[in-house]
């Protein structure tokens, strides 16, 4: 009886604990525009079709560990195209360097050197937020010179499209 109160406890304690990040680092992340708040999207930032022209919001990274290779952005909808399916960027680190600053990317436009588009499911390099009322959000993945070793993640409200 006692053993499978251990193996319950074991079991419950397992199902809370975040294992898909149990060996990585958390990176901090923050907007290097004001205008992205977090709460809702800036004015002009939604899609075209919603008379935006948008770009991505540029981030400051901070706590990249070392190893890091690349920064990977992944940009998603909440309950819609999430994983990445508003796009995803791959940003080349100094190496050695411990922070790192991204720079805002027009949807439809040139990439800045550094950056290159892993693309968006629309086949774009960034489908800017296009459904009123919808939150969207940004992760930021730290990979090694491999690049599918994760060593730190970390996540940014990008807000609620008004």
């Known amino acids: ?3 499978r109160i251990i193996t319950l406890l074991f079991v419950a304690t397992c199902a809370v604990l975040p294992l898909a ?3 990585t680092g958390a990176l901090t992340l923050r907007f290097t525009s004001p205008l992205w708040n977090g709460a809702s ?6 899609c ?5 022209s948008a770009a991505t919001p540029g981030l400051n ?8 290779a690349f920064l990977q952005v992944a940009f998603s909808e909440r309950n819609g195209l999430d994983n990445g399916g508003m796009g995803r960027l791959l940003y080349a680190t100094v190496k050695g360097a411990a922070s790192a600053q991204i720079p805002s990317v027009p ?3 040139p990439l800045p050197a550094g950056l290159k588009s892993l693309g968006a499911r ?3 390099i960034y489908s800017a937020p296009c459904v009123k009322g919808n939150h969207y959000y940004l992760t930021v993945r730290a990979l090694a010179a491999d690049g599918s070793s994760t060593l730190a ?4 409200d990008m807000g609620r499209l008004p």
Do not use: C, I, N, Y
């Open 21 to 23: 990040h149990a060996d």
């Open 153 to 156: 993640e970390g996540r940014l």
């Open 48 to 52: 075209a079709k919603l008379g935006g």
């Open 107 to 109: 949807a439809q436009g």
């Open 61 to 68: 990274v901070f706590d990249v560990p070392a190893g890091t």
């Open 1 to 3: 009886m006692k053993t």
């Open 41 to 46: 999207v800036p004015s002009g930032q939604q």
């Open 122 to 124: 629309d086949g774009s």
